[in-house]
């Protein structure tokens, strides 16, 4: 892992391979390693570059109010610092999907073309943002616990939960790390943030959409009418997966991206 300093904290960051760079953004509450097996296969002939973001894994606690544009500025700036050049794919999956629709309205000179995994780009309804702060103020008082084993069985397939519980473990042990701040200021980001549906039909990049066939969270028939509204995508439905497509079944998903660089001159 690299440590690279973004304003007055510190972001830590894989950044492994050569060539042209895939950039991968991971979901709430989590960190770079939900892309371990991205990461694996990707690398070899790729630059990879795995960002925790601010507040999140190991990197610092966000030094200001986040909000989903404000993390988008921080990735922008953490590819300036790594001296990336040319435009990267941006693979980010549901909060990391929220956070690459501002990339792209921000910083689309710095985007080649979007992966997005189990996002949406609609915000929040009036009772989710609630349920958020409500979440919010549960984690101040009892931190991660209290909000764990909730979200793990919205984020899997019940059949991970019966075929890989390690995968289970593994993400358990990453939200209860994950600083109670860093939780706390994703949800007022996520809660306070605008409907990002509006841009689809001006994103001009290639896009490629990858969607669990069991999400529960953003379901198939939703990432079915984001595609619909975008130039130039397709969808991958992946199956055996719930919301955690790419930790799920990451042959799945790395094949699809795979035939998705491909495309691209
Ligand atoms: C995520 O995986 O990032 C979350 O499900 C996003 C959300 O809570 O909307």
New binding site residues.
């Given amino acids: 892992m690299k440590s690279v300093k973004i304003g007055r904290g510190q972001i830590q960051v894989e950044d492994q391979g050569v060539g042209t760079p895939l950039l991968f953004v991971?979901?709430?509450?989590?960190d770079h390693t939900m892309w371990q097996a991205q990461i694996e296969h990707f690398s070899t002939t790729h630059r990879v570059i795995a960002v925790d973001l601010p507040g999140m894994g190991t990197s610092s606690l966000p030094q200001r109010e986040m909000t989903i544009k404000q993390y988008a500025d921080d990735v922008a700036e953490l590819l300036v610092a790594l001296d990336v050049q040319d435009p990267v794919t941006f693979c980010g999956?549901?909060?990391?999907?929220?956070i690459a629709w501002q990339f792209w309205k921000y910083h689309a000179d710095r985007l080649r073309a979007l992966v997005l995994c189990?996002?949406?780009s609609a915000h929040?309804s009036e009772d989710?943002a609630m349920s958020?702060l409500e979440m919010a103020e549960a984690v101040k008082q009892h931190g991660p616990e209290a909000i764990a084993d909730h979200?793990l069985i919205?984020?899997f397939a019940e059949s991970t939960f019966d075929d890989s519980p390690e995968k289970i473990q593994a993400t358990r042990d990453v939200i209860l790390r994950t600083p109670p701040e860093g939780i706390v200021a994703?949800?007022h980001a996520?809660a306070a943030r605008s409907n990002a549906t509006y841009l689809l039909p001006g994103v001009h990049v290639p896009c490629l959409l990858l969607c669990g066939e069991q999400d529960t969270?953003?379901p198939v028939q939703e990432m079915r009418q984001i595609a619909a509204s975008l130039t130039n995508s397709e969808l991958v439905v992946i199956p055996e997966a719930g919301?955690?497509a790419p930790l799920e079944n990451s042959a799945a998903v790395n094949d699809a991206i795979a035939s998705f660089l491909t495309t691209l001159t």
Avoid: N
Avoid at 26 to 30: R, T
């Fill in positions: 991971h979901g709430f509450p989590l999956l549901s909060m990391g999907g929220y189990d996002t949406r929040d989710v958020r979200l919205k984020l994703a949800l996520m969270i953003t919301h955690m």
